[in-house]
């Protein structure tokens, strides 16, 4: 990774896990069984605190077409590319990410230039999830063979480095896969700031693990039991010590914090419901794990959402702080 690279910045720059937020942040799973569309009313309000709380990262999804029977979840609504770059605007510390773009279902010239634009709004706190995508429905609606969608996903990830890279005086970037080579003097503007976007493939989008390690900057994997969890890193670990190069792990999960801190452990749909001591234990543990980043939804959550982001801030952010990077450096 390049010394800016955001990806540092969420990849246990203190000596522990960081974590951070996923949008949209209202609590709309909490009373319509994971079908809700979000309010988002306060979505600029409630971002902006986030990242004033210091949580180390906003996380945004891809849902290009709401399908209300077979999955129900909106996502975040906005479209993607849009949002980041509003808050690119908005917030100044948190780096922004997707969990993830479905990149098979779009042309990845374009999604080349969306993400070095965001990159470089943002002053270089740009991640880049992506994903093979999982509803066949949105396939054809894009002129895009669902059964290729692996293939389609490599060849698009090619291109994303090609279009990022630098090319020689006079010359223009290489994409063999579209046609173009570099006597044709093309190139994608702007270039990212840290020289190439971090790229973090949200589960395996019909890859190897070892093809993962090798092509991507990180892996961003569905939340697990401990025990599960604890193979799942170990294997990975093993994974890109054979490429190479050790990667972060990252995780979402889905948090009902009770006001009670004494509540014990239960079962949600991707995550728990518990109090703030619970709560601080299973961080403790997914950080002896290994666990880089954990990224929280409170989707799920039966209080209000700027009540629950005050009290992450005061009672678990100072044990798990966000890298602070400082005006005249990017590291």
Same mark, same amino acid.
């Given at each position: 990774?390049?010394?800016?690279?955001?990806?540092?910045?969420?990849?246990?720059?203190?000596?522990? &896990?960081?974590?951070?937020?996923?949008?949209?942040?209202?609590?709309?799973?909490?009373? =319509?069984?994971?079908?809700?569309?979000?309010?988002?009313?306060?979505?600029?309000?409630?971002?902006?605190?986030?990242?004033?709380?210091?949580?180390?990262?906003?996380?945004?999804?891809?849902?290009?077409?709401? #399908?209300?029977?077979?999955?129900? #979840?909106?996502?975040?609504?906005?479209?993607?590319?849009?949002?980041?770059?509003?808050?690119?605007?908005?917030?100044?510390?948190?780096?922004?990410?997707?969990?993830?773009?479905?990149?098979?279902?779009?042309?990845?010239?374009?999604?080349?230039?969306?993400?070095?634009?965001?990159?470089?709004?943002?002053?270089?706190?740009?991640?880049?999830?992506?994903?093979?995508?999982?509803?066949?429905?949105?396939?054809?609606?894009?002129?895009?063979?669902? $059964?290729?969608? $692996?293939?389609?996903?490599?060849? =698009?990830?090619?291109?994303?480095?090609?279009?990022?890279?630098?090319?020689?005086?006079?010359?223009?970037?290489?994409?063999? +896969?579209?046609?173009?080579?570099?006597?044709?003097?093309? #190139?994608? /503007?702007?270039?990212?700031?840290?020289?190439?976007?971090?790229?973090?493939?949200?589960?395996?989008?019909?890859?190897?693990?070892?093809?993962?390690?090798?092509?991507?900057?990180?892996?961003?994997?569905?939340?697990?039991?401990?025990?599960? /969890?604890?193979?799942?890193? =170990?294997?990975?670990?093993?994974?890109?010590?054979?490429?190479?190069?050790?990667?972060?792990?990252?995780?979402?999960?889905?948090?009902?914090?009770?006001?009670?801190?004494?509540?014990?452990?239960?079962?949600?749909?991707?995550?728990?419901?518990?109090?703030?001591?619970?709560?601080?234990?299973?961080?403790?543990?997914?950080? +002896?794990?290994?666990?880089?980043?954990?990224? &929280?939804?409170?989707?799920?959550?039966?209080?209000?959402?700027?009540?629950? /982001?005050?009290?992450?801030?005061?009672?678990?952010?100072?044990?798990?702080?966000?890298?602070?990077?400082?005006?005249?450096?990017?590291?």
């Amino acid at each position: 990774m390049t010394p800016s690279n955001p990806l540092r910045r969420l990849d246990r720059p203190t000596g522990q &896990l960081t974590v951070g937020i996923d949008l949209p942040l209202d609590n709309d799973f909490a009373s =319509a069984r994971r079908r809700g569309v979000p309010d988002l009313a306060r979505h600029a309000e409630l971002a902006a605190l986030a990242d004033r709380l210091g949580f180390a990262a906003l996380w945004v999804r891809d849902v290009p077409v709401h #399908d209300q029977v077979r999955f129900g #979840d909106a996502g975040t609504v906005f479209e993607t590319f849009t949002h980041l770059g509003h808050l690119a605007a908005t917030t100044t510390g948190a780096v922004l990410g997707t969990a993830a773009v479905a990149l098979p279902l779009r042309n990845p010239l374009l999604v080349a230039k969306a993400a070095a634009t965001v990159d470089a709004l943002s002053g270089g706190r740009f991640v880049l999830g992506i994903a093979s995508g999982d509803r066949p429905v949105e396939y054809p609606l894009f002129g895009v063979d669902f $059964d290729q969608r $692996d293939r389609i996903f490599r060849s =698009a990830v090619d291109t994303l480095r090609a279009a990022w890279a630098t090319p020689a005086p006079g010359a223009g970037i290489s994409v063999p +896969e579209l046609g173009v080579h570099p006597d044709l003097a093309l #190139d994608v /503007l702007p270039k990212p700031v840290g020289g190439t976007v971090p790229l973090v493939v949200a589960g395996r989008a019909r890859q190897s693990l070892e093809w993962i390690a090798r092509h991507a900057d990180g892996w961003f994997n569905y939340p697990r039991d401990v025990a599960s /969890l604890a193979g799942q890193i =170990a294997q990975w670990r093993a994974t890109t010590d054979e490429a190479g190069t050790r990667k972060p792990y990252l995780m979402p999960m889905m948090l009902d914090l009770t006001e009670d801190r004494t509540t014990g452990p239960s079962p949600i749909f991707h995550g728990l419901r518990l109090g703030g001591e619970a709560f601080l234990e299973h961080l403790g543990r997914l950080d +002896e794990l290994g666990v880089s980043h954990l990224s &929280l939804s409170l989707r799920s959550s039966t209080r209000p959402v700027d009540e629950v /982001l005050h009290e992450i801030a005061e009672t678990v952010l100072p044990q798990f702080p966000r890298h602070v990077v400082s005006t005249s450096t990017a590291s």
